[in-house]
């Protein structure tokens, strides 16, 4: 069964630091985009981050730029999203997904550009 299973959230303080992982199941991430998601309740869901599957090129939204570092295991089949610095407004469900093509490109935060997602995880940044 192809699957992406997100493990690694839970509850931090405002500027503390989380780790997200994913893990793929059925099908190898190295020649897929991989890209975070994210959705809190009330507002539309909100691409986070995107690496490509060639030269490792990453590419964050606005609002983590300088706090949230994506990366990508070959080796263990495995995507991360390492969150530092966390502010409330990070507080979502965050869900991986992966895009069978070799580049983010302009879609790479376009959900229905992915062809497989995780179940999701739930961030909660609160004192």
């Known amino acids: 069964q192809l699957q992406l299973v997100e493990s690694g959230g839970g509850l931090v303080q405002p500027g503390g630091s989380l780790r997200l992982s994913c893990a793929a199941s059925?099908?190898?991430?190295?020649?897929?985009?991989i890209a975070w998601f994210r959705q809190a309740p009330g507002k539309e869901r909100e691409g986070v981050s995107c690496?490509?599957?060639?030269?490792?090129?990453?590419y964050y939204g606005d609002s983590v730029k300088g706090r949230f570092t994506i990366s990508r295991d070959n080796a263990k089949n495995t995507m991360a999203l390492q969150m530092n610095s966390l502010k409330p407004e990070d507080t979502a469900v965050y869900y991986c997904a992966a895009a069978n093509r070799i580049r983010c490109g302009t879609m790479r935060f376009r959900g229905n550009a992915y062809d497989y997602w995780g179940q999701g995880t739930q961030v909660t940044v609160s004192s």
């Open positions: 059925g099908f190898t991430l190295d020649y897929y985009v």
């Open positions: 690496i490509s599957s060639t030269d490792g090129s990453t």
